[in-house]
DNA sequence: TTGTAGGCGTTATCAA
DNA sequence: TTGATAACGCCTACAA
């Protein structure tokens, strides 16, 4: 190798100022800390050369023989998806108290890409908080024995750590206050979800129909995809089949405010012709008019109790599923 | 001390394992890393003690000795307001093209909060990203020499690399398309920003009447929080001084968002009453009804351009402050 | 194929 | 107040 190449400008150790100011190595790191035990005149030149050579610690160095600050890797399929601002400021937030530091990694439903970033992330943090869509095995595989909380996998992950929605009683809620409101002819415009049971809320939907004894069969459910796009063409689809339907429960907010504008554009007033419930409870609704009654999930809360079962992970213990229950939200769409 | 205690759990190391392998633990770092040179049975057994024992290697021990992945910190006021995800979400597909994570931390909207993040970040990151109100000497002392781009502070930080936002040019854009329309009683719903010249945006607002000669003076221009709430506020101001205005520049969207209730509330019809522009391009402008014309600005690419400067930096340069230039997007309330 | 020695940059301990 | 020495856990040589 010769010596031309500018290649890597290696680092300015604790060695290289303490040679520099002519003393230990030793008396350098106290000058850096500041704990005392040095004299301040020494302390003042020291700190001088270090500025001057632009020493900075390393944070392995430092890491190794300190116990460091927790990492928390967080991965979410979308970092701009309203949904997911709120969790992971919910983690941010949870996280900070404790001065742990928090790395952000988003899918852009990639599920390769989930994988691999499984796996690269779980070799620079302590712990790893995902929406996640693999099953358990793979995900075992993937994060090799690094600590995990899994999100709204729908009771569905015996082996990790987890927080659940109980998204049924939200929605017994939504369905009562329909009811309550007189309405009989409720349809559904579903989405399937990115893991877990593809049928998991058509069932709800069902069963609550069921419990009220709605006179609506599957051709009252419409599946579309997960967007304000998927909303629309499910409002249009749905009224098509059955222009007679009174209330429409949607998969979420996203998807409620793709069936409004359906509605708005095919001449269908919300909520006069047509109730509206999303789900989620996202800001987005309140600021859409008429605003959106919803199956309103604190998202932020989602975010800290899955730091709560971190800290638990951490201690030692297996938690149980922690679950949060949304609450239904009346605003204007019905 | 007695051993009673569960103190520290105290990690499992490469020689733990070694040891209980019945091999050197050289041997062990070979099989983890799975580089040849080792019998594949071997391996396998070695893997598997490994596992038993819960062994993880440990991060700073390795990037002590390994050139590891570069970690960028990214500070903003607020993870969800919706101008930051997008803006977060070009940082971190940008830097995790070159394998780089990134470590988000909020301030809260908190000055003092701002120092001290700026200060525990730089001693676990390699650089850091921000949204960054302080004056740059306040700031210097914080980062301790950690490299900092910092982000639309109006061309007002010599010493650090930056983005900056050339907001003029698409409010000139703006406000051509407004007189164009023939609009010549234009107001505006101001803010002052977290940092830079609090004037700004009046100036720039000023200077567009003069060119177009409009003869609206300062009492068109109202100064509210910048918020919905704020907007709301500010239209209502506006409306009562002035009800014989055709249009209105707001702040940003989530101002112009407030302004539009208020004018709804008013019974001010948009467009055919009163015109209103945004500025920011949110999503959520594309929601509302009638869909928000806007000043345009590409978040997403602004975190792609701020990593692109922490390449330069890491590079060895202080490259010149890179210009983002927004662009007017017409849609319906205009 | 496996083991031994040394060093990465820092802090802690103890002696001077 | 300062300095030598020994970890921390890992990896890269090199020797066996």
Chains 1, 2 share one sequence.
């Not at 928090?102 to 796996?119: F, I, P």
């Not at 369905?175 to 979800?193: A, E, N």
Request: proline residues 6%; negative net charge.
């Amino acid at each position: 190798m010769s010596e031309t190449g500018g290649s890597v400008p290696k680092r300015t150790t604790l060695r290289d100022v303490a040679k520099a100011a002519g003393v230990s190595h030793q008396t350098v790191s106290r000058a850096i800390n500041g704990k005392g035990e040095i004299d301040p005149e020494t302390q003042r030149r020291v700190l001088d050369v270090a500025r001057q050579l632009r020493y900075r610690p390393s944070r392995f160095a430092r890491g190794l023989v300190r116990p460091d600050v927790v990492s928390v890797g967080v991965i979410v399929p979308d970092v701009v998806n309203p949904f997911f601002p709120e969790f992971i400021d919910g983690v941010i937030q949870a996280a900070g108290r404790q001065d742990w530091q928090v790395v952000v990694a988003s899918t852009q439903y990639d599920q390769a890409r989930e994988l691999t970033l499984l796996r690269s992330l779980s070799q620079q943090v302590d712990v790893i908080v995902g929406y996640l869509t693999h099953p358990d095995e793979e995900l075992a595989a993937s994060v090799g024995g690094v600590p995990l909380v899994v999100v709204d996998r729908g009771l569905d992950s015996p082996t990790y750590a987890s927080v659940e929605i109980d998204a049924l009683t939200g929605i017994r809620e939504a369905m009562d206050h329909l009811t309550d409101r007189g309405h009989r002819k409720i349809g559904m415009i579903d989405c399937v979800p990115p893991c877990g049971d593809p049928y998991a809320r058509r069932r709800m939907f069902q069963t609550l129909t069921a419990e009220h004894e709605l006179t609506v069969d599957d051709s009252w459910i419409v599946t579309v995809e997960q967007s304000v796009a998927g909303g629309n063409t499910g409002f249009r689809e749905l009224w098509q089949a059955h222009p007679d339907t009174t209330a429409v429960l949607a998969f979420n907010d996203l998807v409620a405010i793709g069936a409004h504008q359906a509605a708005r554009d095919l001449g269908v007033r919300v909520p006069e012709d047509c109730a509206l419930v999303g789900f989620d409870g996202l800001t987005v609704g309140e600021l859409i008019e008429p605003p959106l009654t919803t199956v309103h999930l604190d998202k932020r809360r989602l975010g800290e109790l899955a730091v709560q079962q971190v800290d638990r992970l951490l201690s030692g213990e297996l938690p149980p599923p922690v679950v949060l229950t949304p609450q239904l939200v009346v605003r204007r769409t019905t």
